[in-house]
């Protein structure tokens, strides 16, 4: 064991200038590099996330594919990738949920609330890794709806504007985890406890059939939920309008609400659970 | 409170539900001295040490570090302090310097400090080799020495260390122990909790002995030998039947206490080792060895709270039967 001279305490009693948002946002970058590393260091994560989609999308589109189709005036693999890509996201934020239980569970969690950092960078660097992971197998699903058929029918402007209101979506589901998996604390019950909130919501939905098709009790749930309301925006931005009396612009600003809704509601709940998570 | 007075603990208290997890805690911290919290599994070492480094919030008292109060000032006293709980709490994917890295980070520490101190620390707690490997791949030694490391990135003057050899093998446990020397040879103000009282006795220059949420009695680890004020007479006997019998032979003499082919009487029972002997030979018995020794921390745990603390195997392994320590 090497003995190093004793060098003086330091006690850095400013965050160097950086202020309370700038430290925020510095302790949050850590936190977003570390989940990074991780990502990294267990790709299968990477494959699996979207290994889940594209099976989906060939089940759905060879399958099942004929008996939906009839009711649409578009393509049926078209009417479906911008559902896809919003149950993916649903199905992605579980992990949200599943990292932040481990790292309660780890003690990690512990050690941040001993540390002179951010309250709000534990959960900033969680949910900005989950997006930066959904970016890349937004990327690789869509590649694999195009090699199935997939067509943009409006431009690509329409395109990335749809990709992008998914990847926010999926970062305002990634508060919502976040709640889920700070309240059960363990990283497979996360996952368990994530499946009854997420179930109803992608398959209840408009993600991979027309809510026409489904009983009339459901069908104001079906209608008005977060995925279906994204689903519709994704859609309308990409295949253009499918029904007649709705503006894209109008498809748009209702899920621009629900995700902006669902951050306001959630991002305080789960920061109030961060802090008392311990 | 003087300037030397690192950590002050004032009727600091906190429940869970019904549970009195801490009922009316005191004690004072001298800077630069190692501090022991002993006592038994639920005595509430863990929750002590959660609300004085700011993890959990106290419900009544009042709890300093370095002259900041735990709950007005916590980011200060955060500033100041290092934690290394009861499980090492580091990441699995993450190496090990990259895992003293973020906390240096989050430390707020400045960059070009943080990679020099973490390959101090590295070679210090001889992880150098491991140091570019994910800390899954880690034994638990080396995770724990990483976790120490960790605590200890940011360079703060006061450490808490929670069972900080729970769990190690021996070798581990003395190569912890003599890490944990060699800091506070350089001024680090030490509160580590334990359940061994060999590792209370070796580290510690102060110990609370804490039982139930309380402070059951407080001193240097001859102080609280010498609350017990008197000598202790321990036979070993060849195997447990006997131990047995020379139980029962010895029953007139106060009640002794057996453990396993070990017997402990106090060591003023009347006419003493003589009469003890004197006992077992009527009883056709014939000791292994005998000795008459200063009182353990055990016996005084054993006095102050009625039970027995739990015993480390590395207690069991290094005490031979009848040897001194
Ligand atoms: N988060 C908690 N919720 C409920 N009970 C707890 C919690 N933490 C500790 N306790 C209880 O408080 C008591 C003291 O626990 P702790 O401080 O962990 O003791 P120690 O570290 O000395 O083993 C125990 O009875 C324990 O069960
Ligand atoms: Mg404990």
Redesign the interface.
């Known amino acids: ?4 001279a ?2 003086p ?5 400013e ?2 200038g950086l202020g309370r948002i700038g ?1 925020a946002i ?2 949050a970058i ?2 977003w590099q ?1 989940n990074l ?2 990502l990294r ?2 790709p299968q994560t990477i494959v699996f996330s979207t290994l889940q989609p594209v099976i989906f999308v060939l089940l759905f589109r060879y399958v099942f594919g004929g008996a939906v189709s009839q009711t649409l005036t578009v393509p049926y693999v078209d009417y479906l990738m911008p559902g896809i890509f919003c149950q993916m996201v649903v199905f992605g934020a579980m992990l949200t949920a599943v990292g932040l239980a481990a790292d309660l569970k ?3 969690l ?8 951010s309250r709000s ?1 534990v959960l900033a660097g969680r949910t900005t890794a989950d997006l930066t992971r959904n970016f890349f197998v937004v990327i690789l699903v869509s590649i694999a709806g195009f090699i199935v058929g997939f067509r943009i029918h409006t431009n690509v402007f329409g395109f990335l504007a749809g990709m992008g209101l998914v990847l926010l979506f999926g970062y305002a589901l990634s508060w919502v985890f976040a709640t889920v998996g700070l309240a059960v604390g363990d990283p497979e019950t996360a996952q368990a406890a994530s499946f009854p909130v997420m179930a109803p919501l992608v398959f209840a939905s408009s993600a991979f059939v027309s809510v026409a098709t489904m009983p009339g009790w459901l069908r104001p749930f079906a209608e008005h939920q977060p995925v279906s309301v994204t689903a519709s925006a994704v859609r309308a931005l990409m295949i253009g309008n499918t029904t007649p009396g709705t503006s894209t612009a109008t498809y748009v600003w209702q899920a621009l609400a629900w995700l902006i809704g669902l951050i306001v509601v959630f991002a305080p709940i789960a920061v109030r659970q961060y802090r008392k998570a ?1 | 409170m003087t300037d030397e007075t690192a950590i002050v603990v004032e009727s600091l208290t906190k429940k869970f539900g019904d549970v009195e997890a801490l009922a009316g805690v005191d004690f004072q911290v001298e800077s630069g001295t190692v501090f022991g919290l002993l006592g038994p599994n639920g005595a509430g070492k863990t929750t002590a040490i ?1 609300i004085l ?4 919030p106290p419900d009544g008292g009042r709890a300093e570090v370095l002259g900041y109060d735990v709950v007005r000032d916590a ?2 006293v ?4 290092g ?1 290394a ?10 190496t090990g310097r ?1 895992n003293l890295r ?2 240096g ?6 960059n070009d ?1 943080i990679l020099p101190r973490a390959d ?1 620390l590295l ?2 707690f ?1 992880l150098t080799d491991a140091a570019n490997r ?1 800390a899954r791949t880690y034994s638990g030694g080396m995770r724990r020495r990483l976790d120490i490391a ?1 605590a200890l990135v ?4 006061v450490l808490f260390l929670d069972e900080p050899t729970t769990g190690l093998d021996l070798h581990s446990r003395n190569e912890l122990w ?2 944990i020397k ?1 800091l506070v040879a ?2 680090t103000t030490l509160l580590l909790t334990t359940q061994y009282l060999e590792e209370a006795d070796r580290l510690a220059g102060r110990i609370a002995v804490i039982d139930g949420g309380r402070v059951i009695a407080e001193g240097t680890p001859s102080e609280l030998k010498a609350k017990l004020g008197r000598s202790v007479i321990e036979l070993s006997m060849a195997d447990e039947t006997d131990a047995f019998r020379a139980e029962r032979a010895l029953s007139h003499l106060g009640r002794p206490e057996l453990d396993g082919t070990i017997l402990r009487l106090p060591g003023n029972v009347p006419g003493g080792a003589m009469e003890v002997l004197r006992a077992l030979d009527g009883a056709g018995l014939e000791p292994d060895t005998l000795m008459v020794r200063e009182p353990s921390l055990d016996d005084v745990f054993l006095q102050l709270t009625g039970h027995k603390a739990e015993r480390s195997e590395l207690e069991d392994a290094t005490v031979p039967v009848g040897g001194a320590r």
């Open positions: 064991m090497s003995r190093t004793a060098i305490f330091t006690i850095p009693d965050r160097h430290g510095s302790d850590a936190l570390r590393i991780g260091r267990t780890s003690g990690m512990e050690r941040f609330h001993s540390l002179p950092m960078a311990v | 959660r480094t700011t993890i959990l980011q200060k955060r500033l100041r302090i934690m709980g009861q499980f090492a709490a580091v990441d699995p994917l993450l990259e973020l906390v980070k989050v430390a707020q520490m400045p400090l101090e070679e210090r001889e994910p960790a940011a360079r703060p003057p003599a890490m060699e350089e001024g």
